[in-house]
């Protein structure tokens, strides 16, 4: 059993709808699908969740914007039609999305979340008509019916464990089964969302919950490249990735999808394929929990930028039993998580996005650690890029630091910091952002050509 | 003002004594003397602090080790003879080392300590009498009245900050002081003993307590080598160094003497110059607050065994507010005092010494990462080195990383560890203990031929 997603591209037209049956046609394993919005359909077209939330905050009490719901209208109109279903599917459609305007009015909290959920749900009521036609045993299946239960949290909606005993039961389903991703149900019964990219969230749980043998993931790229194509043309693709190469490279802002939303299928050691929907015959790039070719290669490199680090040192810090700690302390203590702390004898150095440290806490913050700790100087440093390569084995390997250290040198840029040895499958490089681009050229070169 | 203090092998003979006079002439601002007991005048000699010890542990309440007491009397009437001097010196001696051992028959818990000092005590009794047949103002000045206070503390004895200030009211006396090292007394008037190596301690608080111009300390070597000379030959010797960079190449085993006991001198920005006092006409190497010919050139490379790794990782730990701080208050709660601490995203690293972790320590510790903390595995490695090289602006220096990489490289050495950017005048690296030579040896090439 498989469980199939497409994104938003994958089902932005009844082209590509066309498309997606064909490829759950291609394979009967493929008995669990999960759909998106329809995504753009040319680089300046718009998303139906963008349009939805525009809808949604133009409503008030008489008014709301009626040019942008009948241009919601029309995209899911314009696939209908596309694919010959009856306008029956588009009323269901409509209705519902009267439904989430009406609570929005009604003043309902999760008004706008449920308007935001009619993209999802709108694909899945097309895909499972269309198969339907097709005559395929196909089923929409409903967030509520499935069991996706959600917690309410501030960060987005969480899964509850009990939601994967519930989607278990889906195996005694027959034929295939349509389910929007992006939302879920509280246990009060009320409709949430996840965070944006939410529908990869919903796959990701339906995989782990049915326990399928793959999880596929359609998006519109071949393969996953080992380096951002922004800064390296024409990169080559991953073939093979265990989930801690995908979980580093993700990290530093690898942007396919946010490794978080594999989680769950991870957790359940199920197979990961992202495969494109325009080229399903392209192999794709398979992430594992295992690989056996692990020879100690450079699997892949991440660069990000907009870090910020935080430099401490006070004489004679490594004699003072607790000192460490109690940096720590501070910043959980503002709320400010970070992402690594290396240490030397005197000096400790704090690496962190710059979104979590604003100016005003950045004051705070800098204030405690020179006040509390008596510490000799606190430095803050912003524009920091943090460049990871990756690959299982490859910290056991001589000499992949000096090809590392060598590339940055050619590139003339600086190693402001290097960490490592606390990862078993990454080495990160610390720099100023403007040498970004550049040293992730060389590195590539390096390990790559 | 210069206050010079001189090693045991510098007092460990007439002849030896003769040569300190002869520094000590050739410079009138030479006003105060710290020294060391008798050392070694040959490889196979005795210490006379040894012999000490070893006196003091032969006592009880009806014997002692006569042959010892003899050998340690003879190694002072030797030296007493050489320089023409009259019994009364040895009889000064030898009466501090008969109330030493009175001290411990009857119980006094510091017995042993006041036993001991009797060797530094001698050379200065020895020195200062010499001085003054040579027609010096010279006097020997007891640490009692030059106002050395110690707290007794479990790891060995250290300064209270009066002092200081005692010690100053020494720049008031004429002549030249002639002060023993390796003790100071109790508020209550009590003799106590700094750990081992204690005449560099009382040398620098000296220096510091009189606001001296320079600390020379005198020892058997022409200057500090870049390197330990036992992994490599005839090693380039250190002209100048920053304390900073002392301070990062003493931490890794750079053994010319414990930074520790500069710290006093350090705090008050005193230039330390270390001397041979066999030639003393060689510059020896400076150590100051900071150095103008910064170049980013490394100045220096320390390596030492007996380290221990625990790799910590658990899925998720990035995301844990506190993991960190937690882990680290375990291994403060043990009373185990770490290194270095650099972490990835789901793993970290603590590095420490190997005798701050037995085994019986080691299963409590990675009982508790274990169980408080839940991770996935807790792993520890034995027998690691680890390699430090050190340079102001090292860091601020494209190349240097590569450059010790591709020594490694060279070495054949895997790197287990790089830990560059939490300090800005140092770059370690951590690697198993067997490659430390090897290393070491392509990391001086690399920088230094």
Redesign the interface.
Known sequence: MKVVKFGGSSVASGAQLKKVTEILESDPERTVVVVSAPGKRTADDEKVTDLLIQLGESVDDNHMNGDIYEKVRNRFKEIIDDLDLSDRTLSEITNKIDEGIAMIRGGAANGIDALKACGEDGTALILSAFLSERKHNASYVHPKEAGIFLKDEPGGALVLEESFAHLYELRKKEGILVIPGFFGYTKEGKLITFSRGGSDITGSIVAAGVKADLYENFTDVDSVYCVNPALVKNPKEMKNLTY?EM??LS?AGFSVFHDEAL?PAFKEKIPVCIKNTNNPEAPGTMIVAEREDTCGDVVGIASDDGFVTI?V?KY?M??E??F??RL??IL?DE?V?????????????IILREDVLPSHKEETVVKRIREELQVDTVEIERNMAMIMIVGEGM?????V??K???A??KA?????????????V???F?IHEDGMEKSVQELYKMYFS
């Not at 910290?395 to 000499?399: A, D, S």
């Not at 003339?412 to 078993?424: A, C, P, R, T």
């Open positions: 801690r979980r580093e990290y989680i430099y040192s004679l490594n004699r039993i607790g460490g700690r720590l302390h959980e709320e998580s970070f992402e690594h702390a290396p240490s030397g004898i005197d000096d400790m150095s910290n056991q390997r001589v000499g630091a000096s590392a250290t060598r940055f040198e003339g840029v600086n190693l402001e910091m290097i960490n490592q040895g606390s990862s078993e990454s080495m990160m610390g």
